[in-house]
């Protein structure tokens, strides 16, 4: 998808699947552009002290700059904050951080210049994307330390990823003719004094939450077959009389699921399989029965995340700002990630619940005492010396307590620094990293329980489960055979995973 930046709102979906960026080039676009720039450089030119452009930054915010030492500030900001660490993020994270900060300056309120729109377009045009690293910032004043990547980049400074490869800035540039940028008043701090890193990320991840929770409920379509379960818990009217909308979502997506699936039974046959099958309890298990309440309020969070990430997306986060229609420069906090921070938060104690959902219902599935007939540990083996999914089963176990631990608050977790200028910071990046990592432990857990769901539906009979369920079973079936000796299973794990996340088993 082309995203084109201009001053209309860009949805969600829009940023989470841009392959390319166009600029605006209507006069009215660039005129709006030029005249925050203009009503900047008048009020350098009349002596007045500009945060951030003729005074210091942070705690130094007190000390006033002519404008020669303003353009050196701007030079030395980029410079000083390059002390990020950690992995280099993904090339879609960058790409979406990089499209993020040039939608935020270019809404024409914070004194940058076309020309600046124009470079950082370029690099996203060529695929020269800044390796930007992915610690050393408190998500206010917005992401500092990680954005400085980007204005380094331009500067020809430091490193870029380019095909794929880390190299050199300066290398590259020359390589494709460009020369290296440089900063007018205060663009180097508009390009750093925001929060296009965490939003950035978030947009990635919550793709990605999406994937994992719709890869969520077709396993438990799964389970509710290889269970024999009840889908009474599933009915349009249980849901009408709680009528949350995730909920809904939830339970309308378990029955379009199981269309046509025999093994369940429904409240028209309930009674007379409570009597004829002495294992069927007359309800089922919470980690069945209640799995829309459950996965509802994931839902509803979701909506609620991706909502706040696309306003983010589409604000002005930077400091100071501009308004050309009062002649006026505000100074403010739109730097902060607050939002984003609790946007990341809810959806790692989403992921929390599912972990643990999983990790319950998972471990129903492989124990002879509780799943109806499928056997100890889905042995397909008769012999006492194979072990089936026994140790599949702790895997998944251990990844749902690594979950678990990252759900908490990273925005309750803020830390006083810069002379205790920044004493109450967002945590905002912090956040979204956990999420990430979270997510990334808990695709492994579901691509060990689709392997089981596989399993399961080889003991009881494939042709006996619905149409889904087969297609599902296909899928994984066509990288990994039934386990009937015992074998390695870590190479399938990795490969249903990374078909998890690219929302092929949904």
Not at 56 to 69: F, H, I, P, T, W
Not at 258 to 274: E, K
Request: aromatic share 8%; charged share 20%; with cysteine.
């Amino acid at each position: 998808m082309t995203v084109t930046i201009n001053d209309q709102f860009i949805p969600f979906e829009n940023v989470a699947n841009a392959s390319s960026v166009l600029l605006d080039s209507s006069v009215l676009f660039r005129d709006r552009i030029r005249a925050a720039e203009a009503l900047l450089m008048k009020e350098i030119s009349d002596g007045n002290p500009i945060y951030g452009v003729t005074t210091g930054y942070g705690d130094s915010g007190k000390n006033y700059l002519v404008l020669e030492d303003a353009k050196t500030l701007q030079v030395n900001l980029y410079r000083f904050h390059g002390c990020g660490v950690g992995e280099i993020l993904s090339e879609k994270e960058i790409f979406n951080i990089v499209l993020v900060r040039l939608i935020s300056i270019s809404k024409g309120f914070s004194g940058v210049s076309v020309e600046l729109l124009e470079a950082m377009l370029k690099f996203l045009e060529l695929g020269i994307l800044p390796a930007i690293p992915s610690k050393g910032s408190v998500g206010a004043s917005g992401d500092l330390t990680l954005l400085s990547y980007i204005a380094a980049a331009l500067a020809g400074e430091r490193e870029v990823i380019y095909r794929s490869q880390l190299r050199s800035t300066a290398e590259v540039l020359q390589e494709c003719g460009i020369e290296p940028y440089v900063f007018k008043p205060k663009e180097a701090l508009a390009i750093m004094n925001g929060t296009s890193v965490m939003a950035g990320i978030l947009v990635v991840q919550i793709e990605n939450f999406e994937r994992l929770l719709l890869g969520l409920e077709s396993f438990s379509a799964g389970l509710f077959e290889a269970m024999e379960a009840d889908t009474t818990a599933l009915e349009p009217f249980v849901h009408q009389v709680k009528p949350f909308e995730g909920q809904i979502k939830c339970a309308s997506n378990l029955r379009e699921k199981l269309t046509g699936a025999t093994l369940v039974h429904t409240r028209l046959t309930r009674y007379q399989s409570f009597f004829d099958a002495e294992h069927h309890n007359i309800q089922d298990r919470y980690s069945i029965r209640c799995i829309p309440q459950i996965l509802g309020v994931a839902w509803d969070n979701l909506a609620l995340a991706k909502k706040w990430v696309e306003t983010e997306i589409n604000s002005v986060s930077d400091n100071p700002l501009i308004n050309c229609d009062e002649q006026i420069i505000y100074t403010g906090c739109n730097f902060y990630g607050g939002y984003m921070a609790h946007s990341a938060d809810t959806l790692k104690i989403c992921l929390a619940n599912m972990a643990d959902l999983l990790d319950k219902q998972f471990a129903v599935l492989v124990d002879d005492k509780f799943n109806r007939g499928l056997g100890e540990n889905l042995k397909l083996s008769k012999e006492h010396y194979h072990h089936g999914f026994k140790a599949m089963q702790i895997t998944l176990s251990s990844l749902s307590a690594d979950v678990m631990m990252r759900m908490l608050p990273s925005s309750a977790f803020s830390r006083s620094t810069e002379s205790m200028n920044q004493d109450k910071v967002s945590m905002g990046t912090t956040g979204a990293l956990g999420l990430k990592g979270g997510i990334d432990e808990f695709a492994s857990m579901l691509a060990i329980a689709m392997l089981g769901i596989a399993q399961a539906m080889d003991i009881r009979g494939v042709e006996k489960f619905s149409q889904f369920a087969q297609s599902l079973y296909a899928k994984i079936r066509a990288i990994s055979a039934p386990l009937i000796e015992d074998r390695r299973l870590d190479g399938d794990i990795v490969t249903l995973k990374a078909m998890l996340l690219r929302g092929e088993l949904v």
